[in-house]
């Protein structure tokens, strides 16, 4: 019994061992792709930012707080249409009392127009009567007192004295005369002129500050950014809201400094937003730059794109993906980008023949995002090895696998 067992272990030994060496004696299994031809596009693909084609940026023209914000993003406006208004109760207030000052003045140019205050020259005219009828009495009395100085019956220091009352009233009227006349005088009258302009200049000033309470839209199109909220405190100057045409955008496209040069004027351009899958935006290249700004890690130039934006849905200030269509050769010979290799710096790959492998250089094309032309070296329907495990060289036999 021990013995037919052990004869059947040192056969199922033999069978093992053969299996083993027939196993490891076969062709290694290696995956190969077909040369085919389609139509290849070369693509730079990057990112960008969005811009409106035209827009102006609404700036408040005076300090103040926000009272009231009349649009929101997105929103068509015409123009003068009013977007924003700011709180008006101080310049009211400065209005009135402006307002309130200028009627003054006038009162007071008026009063100064017929000769001053009617008080004061009632006051002057009452004292110039009073002393004309004491001058009267005063010069009546100097006449008796002469008459009776003639008869020896007054003497001449009672006549001096009558006759001194006399010359201190006309003085006196002489006085009054004067202070009446000097009531108003052409200092008085340039003065008030003077402060009617000042006050007729807040007045117009707190006019304005009024008008600048509205803040309107100085051309049509859509809102498209809006920076302040109600109660914001603003100086001027400062941005409120940003107005544009969108039917039509500028796309900045960040393109490596190395990828510039297969870039254009006119190539085709295409536009994907991530918030938006599955969407495109067309356009085209429409300038190059000028110089190499650095941006993040990358040095690149900004290429300006010009791009349709159907239905407005694409919104300015965007991130978005970008694909310049640098080259296109229709019907082109192609393989899979990952079949090429490259020894001693040759481009070529290795071409299934008869069940071995052999090595072939190629002359290659432009490259899209999958597959890279081959020019000269490879034949239609060739099949090339895909990148394995496996150590190939020239003549080496493989099978071939899916």
Do not use: H
Not at 9 to 37: D, H
Not at 230 to 247: E, H, K, N, R
Not at 294 to 320: M, Y
Not at 347 to 373: C, D, H, M, N
Request: aromatic fraction near 4%.
């Amino acid at each position: 019994m021990l013995k037919y067992g052990a004869g059947a272990l040192l056969l199922a030994a033999i069978a093992l061992g053969g299996w083993w060496y027939v196993k490891s004696n076969e062709p290694p299994q290696v995956a190969f792709a077909k040369a085919e031809r389609s139509r290849i596009e070369s693509v730079v693909a990057t990112n960008g930012k969005v811009e409106p084609l035209e827009w102006v940026t609404v700036r408040a023209e005076r300090e103040g707080a926000v009272g009231k914000v009349m649009v929101t993003r997105g929103q068509t406006v015409a123009a003068g249409q009013v977007l924003a208004t700011m709180e008006t109760r101080e310049a009211r207030a400065a209005l009135a009392s402006a307002e309130a000052r200028v009627a003054q003045i006038k009162v007071e140019i008026d009063t100064l127009a017929r000769g001053g205050r009617s008080a004061e020259f009632a006051e002057i005219d009452g004292s110039l009567r009073r002393t004309k009828l004491e001058r009267d009495q005063a010069a009546r009395d100097a006449e008796t007192m002469e008459r009776l100085l003639s008869r020896r019956a007054a003497t001449t220091v009672e006549l001096q004295e009558a006759k001194d009352r006399v010359a201190r009233a006309e003085a006196q009227m002489a006085a009054l005369a004067s202070r009446r006349g000097a009531l108003v005088d052409i200092g008085d009258r340039a003065g008030a002129q003077a402060r009617l302009k000042d006050a007729e200049a807040a007045v117009r000033a707190a006019q304005e500050r009024l008008s600048l309470a509205n803040i309107t839209a100085p051309r049509s199109g859509v809102v498209y950014q809006v920076d302040t909220r109600p109660g914001a405190f603003l100086t001027a100057g400062t941005p409120v809201a940003s107005i544009g045409q969108v039917d039509r955008l500028r796309v900045f496209v960040y393109v490596d400094e190395p990828e510039l040069g297969r870039v254009a004027v006119g190539l085709p351009v295409t536009i994907t937003w991530d918030a938006q899958a599955g969407r495109e935006w067309k356009g085209t290249v429409e300038k190059l730059p000028t110089q190499i700004v650095p941006f993040g890690t990358r040095q690149v130039g900004e290429v300006l794109c010009l791009i349709d934006n159907p239905g407005q849905l694409l919104p300015p200030g965007a991130n978005i993906n970008a694909s310049i269509r640098a080259q296109v050769v229709e019907n082109g010979l192609s393989i899979p980008k990952e079949a090429l290799r490259r020894e001693n710096g040759v481009p070529g790959g290795y071409v299934l023949e008869g069940g071995v492998v052999r090595w072939k250089p190629f002359k290659i094309g432009i490259a899209s995002v999958t597959r890279i032309e081959i020019r000269e070296g490879l034949a239609d329907g060739a099949l090339l090895a895909l990148p394995t495990d496996v150590k190939l060289t020239d003549g080496v036999s493989v099978t071939a696998t899916k």
